[in-house]
């Protein structure tokens, strides 16, 4: 089976952190959103992979060819970005002659059976109940609760169930055909051409579609989403933070954290729930619930709750008070005038 990850967007909604790192290559519960994919890829057999990049699409390269360097992986750019079915179109000519392809968006993180879905004898749509199906691709099913209908981010949604960004396809023909048809005839969904519109034309002319609920989606496009995913993966049993790190200099580690290698660290409480990329300096600080990119330099200050991006520097504040008796000094104010 070959494997297609679209990585080419911009990652917006996590500026500032994406003008200069990619979303896929952000760092969640010690390792970069892309390796989780390809690992549970590789994992499960699949050993040929075709990239669409695009913005900062360079780094996603550099980074793949040199921490997988065994797997056969092909790039392919996306010089405009016009939607998640224009990303797997730009790059058909590398799939029409695969039997089955996965397509496995670049930006989120899935906690499910890979395995049971690689294995299924039809096409497979990954989804999860979500409290708002305004905003993703949703799926509509009929009274014997087979697949009917696939709705782009519907205003008036009949459906619950998200399509989370991992699709089986047995049919390639039959994608690679309603790509072309819906792009050739510049059929656009809110000014984009998204893959629901062609999974739809898809259903039209007869294929049938099985969804596969995931136990966990992580959909990383926004602080709060990362922090939390980082949280919950460094909780996971195996993910725990349990190696034996430097002896830092009077440090104290509460887990579970990830630390990366060549890190300076001292006079420091660095946890629960961090994330420290390689060749960081810490010094005279507390972080807590962050995630801290590589190079960083971060000294006396209490960070919590905070993404901190590569070779960023954070310098906090230093008192020296000489304060009498019956004295109230509360900082908290100035620090939330400055936040």
């Known amino acids: 089976m070959k494997a297609i990850i679209p990585v080419a967007g911009a990652g917006t909604r996590l500026r500032p952190l994406t003008y200069t790192q990619p979303k896929p290559l952000i760092p969640v519960g010690g390792k970069p959103i892309i390796s989780y994919i390809i690992d549970q890829l590789v994992e499960e057999g699949v050993n040929e992979f075709v990239f669409v990049i695009g913005y900062l699409g360079e780094k996603i390269k550099n980074y793949v060819e040199q921490t997988y360097p065994d797997i056969h992986k092909e790039f392919v750019w996306q010089e405009k970005r016009l939607g998640s079915a224009h990303a797997i179109w730009v790059a058909k000519d590398r799939i029409i002659n695969s039997p ?10 899935l906690d499910f059976n890979l395995r049971a879905i690689l294995d299924a004898p039809h096409s497979v749509l990954a989804v999860k109940k979500v409290k708002d199906p305004r905003q993703f691709g949703v799926v509509e099913y009929d009274e014997e609760g087979k697949v009917k209908k696939v709705v782009e981010k519907p205003r008036i949604p009949k459906s619950d169930m998200a399509m989370v960004g991992f699709y089986k396809i047995k049919e390639v023909d039959k994608l690679v055909s309603a790509l072309d048809f819906n792009i050739n005839n510049d059929i656009r969904t809110k000014g984009e051409f998204p893959l629901t519109d062609a999974l739809m034309r898809m259903i039209e002319e ?26 919950m993966l460094l909780d996971k049993d195996g993910v725990i933070g349990t190696e034996d790190y430097p002896a830092f200099e009077n440090t104290i580690i509460i887990h579970p954290v990830r630390i990366g290698e060549n890190c300076e660290i001292s006079n420091s409480i660095i946890g629960p729930h961090v994330t420290v990329g390689n060749n960081v300096k810490i010094h005279r600080s507390i972080l807590s619930n962050s995630i801290i990119g590589n190079y960083a330099a ?13 070779d960023a520097a954070i310098t906090g504040l230093r008192q020296s008070l000489n304060i009498g008796d019956n004295t109230e000094i509360d900082f908290s104010l100035s620090q939330q005038s400055n936040s």
Not at 103 to 109: E, K, L
Not at 206 to 231: P, R
Not at 298 to 305: G, S, T, V, W
């Open 206 to 231: 007869g294929v049938e579609f099985k969804t596969f609920t995931v136990d966990n989606w992580f959909n990383c496009g926004k602080k709060e989403v990362l922090l939390e995913t980082n949280a």
């Open 100 to 109: 089955e392809v996965a397509i496995f968006f670049g930006d989120i993180i």
């Open 298 to 310: 971060i000294k006396e200050i209490i960070l919590q709750n905070s993404v901190v991006g590569n």
